[in-house]
């Protein structure tokens, strides 16, 4: 078995496509191999500012002589098929077809040899087609070429057990890159001149060699130790602030990561922390560092892509002076802003647009604060407060800091809410810790990793925000299509369901997005509501409960149906749910036969009169004892102890069913009998849909 390496050198990739691009890669050359019938052990992708490499293990030195078949039309077909069959095969005549027989029919058959041969014969062309199908989210164009790619390309390795894979890749009509075994190292630190590489394992070394880690896992490990290790040097019990994306980024920014640790002036730390961290990471991409009391210190960590001379010296001083650029900045907007209590900054939303077709953003707070007054009365929250803290939770994005830094619109509202909150004196105005919070959280959650807002006020605004921003964009068309979700619906509607279900919201959203909707003066678009309930079937799918039980649940709240499908998933692990499906599902499949032979639904009138055997008597009398605590649990939502007391009446049941003939000859007792099971069906049936079971 041999190994393929294939490597893609170009400038400088951004950070935040390097994985995917590796990945697809990976996917393209892998999908071609197995299209090809060339099988492989391993893929292992790697990625750096500045190359893609593939590493492919397992792959056969020769490919096998490949026999394919192709079935064409049956014997007796009019000519015109036969004639079809053979333009598809490409040959001139039916002698060069073969004849077999399949269920008593004789057809026409075609038998090729695809002939092997050296498996490297064949890599250069599929390389190159891997490469052609290569996309990037953007892309240039440069010099005088013609491809469009992410950033200048300027050279493929690819060696196939050690040699060089014949073949090229046109950047241009007159100028293609020629596969080879030619590498570089570092852009700073590395040889000047390119070099050779062999193997996989040699050109992993020759690039350490050069001052290049090429696993992203490597240089992220030395990273974070890094950051931790200068961390620690702040201060004793000081720590870096984690940050998984940022250290993400910086991964994809470095090939050989070189921490250091600097300092800003202490006075910037009376500017929010958000404000501090946001601007370091967004900017410079620099790590934050928590003091022993994990409050925000004057610290941070950048990561150079150098060994300097001058033990970091340079590029300390450096950082420091643009960082305390960037944060004299902030300070400006910080104070300018505080000059103004929020609600002064309320007129000025006039000027900011929702949507083209959606009105300002002024409007949009108006009808925010109505949808807030009805939930608010739905989930006794505080309506004052609730409408508030909707009138006032837009104002920051016409704020100084805001246009600077959109991260912190909700943020710094809260600030602004408090009067500055602790970072300056108190000042006169203060809309309080409700309606400060309430403004913060609520874009919250924001995704499915975010945290959802908890306090009465807070879910109030955040649910009306979501919901109002759903149903505007469903009632101009503007719906999720494929992957394409670029006004982010699907993450509103699964906002929504983690807000009501995570805080237990026995809300009927019904009522609440028809008047959403009649606030944008349209009827509630009709699938809205599908909408929502798929994304809330997504999120139970997510946490593992079966497909089958929750396709089997309604209710009236999405709150009600996750307890159905919890309850539920819990009482069927059990040996006496199981017992209790199977029994129900008996019942429910022989009322279906039936109902599919009369075409009318069984009534569930049962004549007591009418009982003749022992069996169908008892279970008569157990089935009518049992119907008051039955629809007192369903009442109650204890939907496991409703399926218990009815899984209790499964002896008789069972004995029902082995010892009484339902479909009797006599019409009155088979009708009687059937109106037991249709009873047995009703009760189950205000649970869950069985049969789906």
Known sequence: MSDLLIELFQEEIPARM??????????????????????????????????????????PAAREDVTEELKGPSISAPEQALAGFLKKAGLAGADQLTRREIKGTEYYFYESVKKGGPTIEILGS?????IANMSWPKSMRWGHGTLRWVRPFHSVVALFDGKIVEGEFAISPDKAIKFGNITRGHRFMGSKADFEVNSFADYRKKLEENFVLLDRATRKKIIWDGVCQQAAQAGHGYKALEDEKLLEEVVGLVEWPVPFLGSFDQEFLRIPQEVITTSMR???????????????????????????????????????????????????????????????YLPRLEQIRFHEKLGMMSEKVVRLEKLAAMIAEMTDADPAKSVRAAHLCKADLVTGMVREFPELQGVMGAYYARGGAHRTPRDAYDEGLDVS?????????????????????SVVVALADKIDTLVGFFSIGEKPTGSKDPFALRRAALGIIR????NRLT??????????????NVPLPEDIEPFILDRFKVLMKGKDFSHNIIEAVT???????????????????????????????????????????????????????????????????????????????????????????????KDQVDLFFDKV?????????????LAMLSQIRKFTGMIADFSRL
């Open 18 to 59: 390097q994985v995917a691009a590796e990945e697809n890669f990976a996917r393209l050359v892998t999908e071609r191999l197995k299209a090809d019938g060339i099988a492989y052990e391993t893929c292992d992708a790697y990625s750096t500012p500045r190359r893609i490499a593939l590493h492919i293990t397992g792959i």
């Open 126 to 130: 599929l390389i190159t087609d891997a």
């Open 282 to 344: 967004e900017n410079q991409r620099y790590f934050s560092v928590l003091d022993n009391n994990r409050e925000l210190s004057n610290h941070f960590i950048c990561v150079a892509n150098v060994i300097p001379d001058d033990d970091g010296k340079t590029i300390i001083h450096g950082n420091q002076k643009v960082l305390r650029a960037r944060l004299s900045d902030a300070r400006f907007f910080w104070e300018q802003d505080l000059k103004h209590n929020l609600e002064t």
């Open 437 to 457: 919070t309430a403004i913060r959280t609520h874009y919250s959650p924001a995704g499915p990793n975010d945290s959802c807002p908890t306090a009465p006020v």
């Open 499 to 502: 807000l009501i279900i995570e």
């Open 507 to 520: 809300l009927d959203l019904t009522p609440v997005l028809r008047m959403a909707a009649s606030l944008y």
């Open 555 to 649: 209710g009236d709240t999405l709150l009600d149906m996750k307890n159905r499908i919890e309850q539920i998933s819990e009482f069927l692990d059990t040996d006496k749910g199981m017992d209790f499906v199977s029994a129900t599902k008996r019942a429910i499949n022989i009322l279906e036969n039936e109902e599919k032979k009369s075409d009318q639904k069984i009534s569930q009138d049962i004549s007591e009169g009418s009982l003749i055997e022992p069996e169908e008597k008892e279970l008569y009398r157990v089935l009518i004892s049992i119907v008051p605590k039955v629809q007192e649990q369903i009442f109650l939502g204890h939907y496991d102890e409703a399926m218990s007391c009815l899984a209790g009446i």
């Open 661 to 673: 003939v339902v479909n009797d000859n006599d019409p009155d007792i088979r009708a009687n009998r």
